[in-house]
T-cell receptor, first 114, second 113 residues
Framework: GAVVSQHPSWVICKSGTSVKIECRSL??????MFWYRQFPKQSLMLMAT?????????EQGVEKDKFLINHASLTLSTLTVTSAHPEDSSFYIC??????????FGPGTRLTVT | GENVEQHPSTLSVQEGDSAVIKCTYS??????FPWYKQELGKGPQLIID?????GEKKDQRIAVTLNKTAKHFSLHITETQPEDSAVYFC????????????FGSGTRLLVRP
């Protein structure tokens, strides 16, 4: 089946620094990828929709200048958390959509900002 | 936009019993309803899905039913096992380029051995 990977699986960074998370579709091309954030014991909240070759679409309340998304190829999207703060600590999950509109999820990245 | 409600938030069953999780959706245009299982520290995994042109789908111990008129769908797990313990999410969306997958709030299932 379709596989989506994320890197890194976990990261610890200091407050004020930036962190980049990669999302790759390993065996299919994804024109659209999605980024979710999940706080403990909560559901997945969509942050943004990433379309290959164009600007990402952000959900209401998500700061686009803080969460930079780049989707430079059909198999790679990146999320950069800029000037991270402790409240940005969360589980970030990406998903990739194939041509039949089915979505496949990555394993997630746990970000801890100290 | 779409809104998905999920109940119950927690569910504890004895091993071997059945578990039922229910979801309702608001957008009548939604036509795809997947269910995901999420284990601690991992991403969600698709366990079963149903499209709006069918009312029921089974895969071994797991089944999903859909009532389009009432806009609700349910997950049924029979003969539960301890390894079924996890958080389950329902979701809904329309299978075209404009829609986004909207998740329910999740159900934490505990299967007691």
């Amino acid at each position: 089946g379709a596989v989506v990977s994320q890197h890194p699986s976990w990261v610890i960074c200091k407050s004020g620094t930036s962190v980049k998370i990669e999302c790759r579709s390993l065996d299919f091309q994804a024109t659209t990828m999605f980024w979710y954030r999940q706080f403990p014991k909560q559901s997945l909240m969509l942050m943004a929709t990433s379309n290959e070759g164009s600007k990402a679409t952000y959900e209401q309340g998500v700061e686009k200048d803080k969460f930079l998304i780049n989707h430079a190829s059909l198999t790679l999207s990146t999320l950069t958390v800029t000037s991270a703060h402790p409240e940005d600590s969360s589980f970030y999950i990406c998903s990739a959509r194939d041509l039949s509109f089915e979505q496949y999820f990555g394993p997630g990245t746990r970000l801890t900002v100290t | 936009g779409e809104n998905v409600e999920q109940h119950p938030s927690t569910l504890s069953v004895q091993e071997g019993d059945s578990a039922v999780i229910k979801c309702t959706y608001s957008d009548s245009a939604s036509n795809y309803f997947p269910w995901y299982k999420q284990e601690l520290g991992k991403g969600p995994q698709l366990i079963i899905d149903i499209r709006s042109n069918v009312g029921e789908k089974k895969d071994q111990r797991i089944a999903v039913t859909l009532n389009k008129t009432a806009k609700h769908f349910s997950l049924h797990i029979t003969e539960t096992q301890p390894e079924d313990s996890a958080v389950y999410f329902c979701a809904a969306h329309k299978m075209d380029s404009s829609y986004k997958l909207i998740f329910g709030s999740g159900t934490r299932l505990l299967v007691r051995p």
